[in-house]
């Protein structure tokens, strides 16, 4: 892992949860800031949290309102849903909403650990040892995931976009197939059309028309240096 620890919000309005959860995620090396309503937690939306750990029943404003909060500001932050309430209506509204992953309770702690610790190497890149990529006139910020040309103008990504294009820097020069970038960008629960694949690259294409970000006909796409 890199020489910086990430730092993660825990939004949990049963205590000895709360308790148990920030120690098992405190023993990562992460830093916890841990609240007990929405109302509490939207005090300190801008604490520099890479994560958003939140419970949908809490008292007061729900984990469905405040995760609306959180993205009007933080759209490319992630955020894991956790809840006692097992019904695929909640877990599509959770995605809908913007989430990355939605966990049942009661649940092993490891789970939830094991969870985060995919879901920040996935949007982060722990395996990358710098922050900062140049490549193609761009530079390419990891940790705030942000990408800027070269006359320092942002080129505003979408989360999938930003993903996509992470994903492929993290397998320069190596193709990967549309079933592999699905695998580990939407998740492997994802049941659509891999053409959503297609439709993100295109985009990430006309938005840096400068990266060299190739088709390989029959075997996925691959960013080349």
Do not use: C
Request: net charge negative.
């Amino acid at each position: 892992m890199s020489d910086w620890t990430f730092h993660i919000n825990l939004v949990e309005d049963e205590e000895n949860l709360a308790a148990i959860l920030t120690t098992y995620l405190e023993n990562e090396n992460w830093k916890v800031s841990t609240f007990h309503s929405a109302e509490e937690a939207l005090e300190h939306l801008h604490n520099g949290a890479h994560l958003w750990i939140l419970d949908v029943m809490l008292p007061g404003m729900s984990g469905h309102d405040l995760i609306k909060e959180v993205k009007a500001v933080h759209s490319e932050k992630p955020v894991i849903f956790i809840s006692a309430r097992d019904q695929d209506l909640d877990r599509i509204t959770g995605l809908e909403l913007g989430s990355e992953d939605y966990l049942t309770k009661p649940f092993l702690p490891k789970e939830l650990v094991i969870r985060v610790q995919k879901l920040l190497h996935r949007v982060y890149g722990q395996g990358i040892k710098t922050h900062v990529i140049d490549l193609s006139d761009y530079h390419i910020d990891v940790t705030r995931r942000k990408v800027h040309d070269d006359s320092g103008a942002e080129i505003e990504l979408t989360m999938k976009e930003f993903d996509v294009l992470f994903f492929l820097l993290e397998n320069t020069n190596v193709a990967k197939t549309r079933e592999e970038i699905l695998s580990e960008v939407w998740g492997e629960d994802y049941y659509g059309s891999n053409r959503a694949v297609d439709d993100v690259v295109r985009r990430i294409r006309k938005k840096m028309p400068r990266l060299s970000l190739e088709t390989l006909y029959g075997a996925g796409y691959r960013i080349v240096t």
